[in-house]
């Protein structure tokens, strides 16, 4: 499932690199064009990750264990040598996960900053936004790489380092402090704009297209807190679909003008 994600989401990239190449040339191409070339690469990456846990660490890491579990395991065995690896790798892939999501964020404010250009209201509110999605990127990476210190707790078999090393609470707190504001910015000079009704709610629509990501975040967080052995595997599954989804509607605003062109 997660390759076919990707395979989707590479294609989605290279028709709106090729179409904005074919339509501006290379100089016409605009910050937000590189910028979602590198969130293409950057979506290869976790499909990886997964495919490595499960050929080298069997899907296996340090939750779903017993206190008594945790005791008896023999710091030399394979399992906690895999438990080990596979926690160090769960945590880079919530790492690239996040460097994702806000490249994504970037390229829907960088939309909007050309959308905009010379509308004084909106350039301050997409300056606030570029300043939001710096602060919570910066306080989302290092909440998830430094919640639990020392940092070797992230991979700790024995004590069991409980639930303050799962990022949970930050992923929803992510969600519900940017997509929304990032989504408003451009509504009220869409509604206001002097074009058809049907043209106004498709716009509207594909704008907030966005928010479906945290409908998906939140499935994914309930899978973190549910734990268990296939918790791991479930949330890196509802972390691709979401990854994808988000793909997708962050290119729509580009892709539909440029179908439309033919």
Known sequence: EAWTYLGL????????????????????????????VLAGVTLTTPPLLRA????????????????????????????YYRRVHGSHTQLFDWLVYTVLLWCLKLCWLLIFKRLGD?????????N??????????????????????????????????GTACIQTWTLIWKNLSTDPYIMSIPLPIVWNANIPRAKK????????????TAVFGGLLCSYILQGGVKGPQQA???????????????????????????
């Not at 989401?9 to 064009?33: C, E, K, Y």
């Not at 709610?201 to 479906?212: D, E, R, T």
């Not at 890196?236 to 033919?262: D, K």
Request: proline share 4%.
């Open 9 to 36: 989401s590479l294609i989605i990239v290279t028709i709106r690199f090729g179409a904005q190449w074919r339509w501006m040339g290379l100089g016409g191409l605009a910050p937000n064009d590189y910028l979602m």
């Open 52 to 79: 490595l846990d499960q050929a080298y660490w069997q899907g296996l890491t340090n939750n779903a264990m017993t206190d008594e579990q945790r005791a008896t395991l023999d710091p030399h065995s394979d399992e």
């Open 118 to 126: 010379g509308v004084d209201d909106m350039t301050m509110k997409i």
């Open 128 to 161: 606030i936004g570029f300043a939001i999605v710096g602060v919570t990127f910066l306080g989302t990476f290092f909440t998830m790489l430094c919640s639990c210190w020392p940092i070797y707790r992230k991979w700790q078999i024995y004590l069991d380092p």
């Open 201 to 212: 709610i498709a716009l509207v629509i594909i704008f907030c297209g966005v928010l479906i």
């Open 236 to 262: 890196g599954e509802w972390s691709s679909r979401e990854s994808f989804v988000a793909m997708v509607v962050t290119n729509l605003p580009v892709l539909t003008p440029l179908i439309q062109r033919g």
